[in-house]
């Protein structure tokens, strides 16, 4: 059975989870980067710079050409919803951070206060022994 947890460690779950998230969209991020450094510069350099406009126009259905102008044309889409999911999960991570500073703070001070109370009390019943 698992242990229950403490309030502090309750509310600060975002501390744990956050570098998941962070990680997470700085990795989606250098993929999307990396696939357009390593598939579309290729393949548009091949495309535009290996054949003449005449030559791109007169491409045939099934030729090499339609399928470069294919991955031309469908990559750039899904890589900004790639890099869009990067973005998101980077700036939920930070959030996290955050929120679970914030959290942290509050509970350090109330315990502080708390503290402080019993210290005074304390310290008033030794002086009026």
Not at 16 to 35: D, Q, S, Y
């Amino acid at each position: 059975m698992a242990q229950p947890l403490s309030k502090l460690d309750w509310e600060t779950k975002g501390l744990k989870i956050f570098p998941i998230f962070t990680v997470f969209g700085w990795l989606t991020i250098m993929i999307t980067v990396l696939i357009a450094l390593l598939v579309l510069s290729p393949t548009g350099a091949s495309y535009w710079g290996d054949n003449a406009k005449a030559i791109r126009d007169g491409a045939e259905i099934g030729s090499p050409l339609l399928g470069q102008l294919t991955t031309i044309q469908w990559w750039p889409k899904f890589l900004v919803s790639l890099a869009i999911l990067g973005i998101a999960s980077f700036m939920t991570g930070i959030a996290l951070e955050f929120a679970a500073i914030t959290v942290a703070l509050t509970v350090i001070i109330r315990t502080l206060q708390h503290q402080e109370k019993t210290l005074r009390s304390f310290i008033r019943a030794r002086a009026a022994a």
